[in-house]
């Protein structure tokens, strides 16, 4: 059994021919409400997969947090855990120009106030899940309560969006530690200039003091690196990508299942590649994770 720990967003989306400089009013297209929120999209990723999982997290008594819990209870998730007040639901307002390039303000509204409290009085459903899996779109001191909350038999996956430097404590918790190249990047700061690639980053990363690492490549697939099983690249499946947004979500939350379900970590990581593979394929974060049948019917494995 999975359990999230994250955030929770509405994602309001308007397309615009431009953005607005300072002072100025643009016309856009019509609104788009999605849900979203890593914490959100990592739960609904794995519930859609068949995994048992729960939602810890925090929204708005509002019509944005009714939105989130009714997206997260269609996709199976357990919302027992969701706590609601304290501030209005997080917002990310995003503008989209034609190019495709999007402009993006966070409120992050309630999920800044999850706390460690919070986390404290929910240890029964932490004790209860194999894998626990976090971000960093609620406060840091959050995650950690998290980590040093874990019962003696679950494991922690981390993916430090958006990244920033972490305390030692943090990092020992992890198992893995999940991270896309700016990440890695972010949390190298100078080591990561000196390094020559993902290789190294992964190496870098395992020196840090987490159980093991992973680093997703895009296109290119991933590196898992452990103490004992040194680094190895698993293959990523060809696809025609058209969005990207939320692969990085669907490849963590299926990573995370499947290490629950006795999986190796590379074992984990080539059918999590899977998962991203096909979310690539589709628009949008939620709506464009696949159930288990359709990543079997995927080619190439
Ligand atoms: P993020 O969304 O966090 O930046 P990535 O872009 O690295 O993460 O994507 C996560 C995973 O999704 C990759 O490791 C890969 O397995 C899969 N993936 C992403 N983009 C593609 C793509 N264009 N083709 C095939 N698989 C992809």
Redesign the pocket.
């Known amino acids: 059994d999975l359990l999230v720990v994250g955030s929770a967003n509405a994602d309001l989306v308007i397309g615009v021919e431009r953005r607005p400089a300072a002072g100025e009013t643009v016309l856009g297209s019509d609104l788009a409400v999605h849900p979203g929120g890593k914490g959100a999209n990592q739960a609904v990723a794995a519930a859609r997969l068949g995994a048992r999982t729960a939602l810890l997290a925090r929204v708005g008594d509002d019509a944005h947090g009714r939105l989130l819990l009714d997206s997260q209870r269609a996709a199976g998730v357990d919302t027992a855990g969701v706590l609601t007040g304290g501030a209005p639901t997080g917002v990310a307002l995003i503008t989209v120009d034609p190019s495709g390039d999007n402009s993006i303000v966070v409120s992050p509204g309630a999920n800044g106030r999850l706390t460690p409290a919070d986390v404290r009085a929910a240890s029964g459903l932490l004790h209860a899940s194999r894998v626990v899996s976090a971000q960093l779109e609620i406060p840091l001191e959050t995650v950690v309560a998290v980590a040093a909350g874990l019962g003696p038999d679950s494991r922690f996956v981390l993916?430090p969006?958006p990244p920033r430097p972490l305390p030692a404590v943090l990092l020992a918790a992890c198992d893995p530690l999940?991270?896309?190249?700016?990440?890695a990047k972010v949390l190298l700061g100078e080591a990561g200039g000196a390094a020559s690639g993902p290789e190294d980053w992964a190496r870098l990363l395992l020196a840090k003091g987490p159980r093991s690492v992973?680093?997703?490549?895009?296109?290119?697939?991933?590196l898992v690196a452990s103490a004992d099983g040194g680094v190895q690249h698993?293959d990523?499946?060809?696809?025609d990508?058209v969005d990207?947004?939320?692969?990085?979500?669907?490849?963590?939350a299926a990573l995370a299942w499947r290490l629950g379900t006795g999986a190796s970590l590379a074992e984990a990581?080539a059918y999590?590649?899977?998962?991203?593979?096909v979310?690539?394929?589709r628009r949008g974060a939620q709506e464009s994770f696949p159930t288990a049948e359709e990543v079997d019917a995927l080619g190439g494995a």
């Open positions: 993916n969006s999940i991270v896309n190249e700016h990440e992973v680093v997703t490549l895009g296109a290119e697939g991933a698993v990523s499946v060809k696809v990508a990207t947004t939320g692969a990085g979500d669907s490849f963590t990581a999590a590649a899977r998962v991203g593979a979310s690539v394929t």
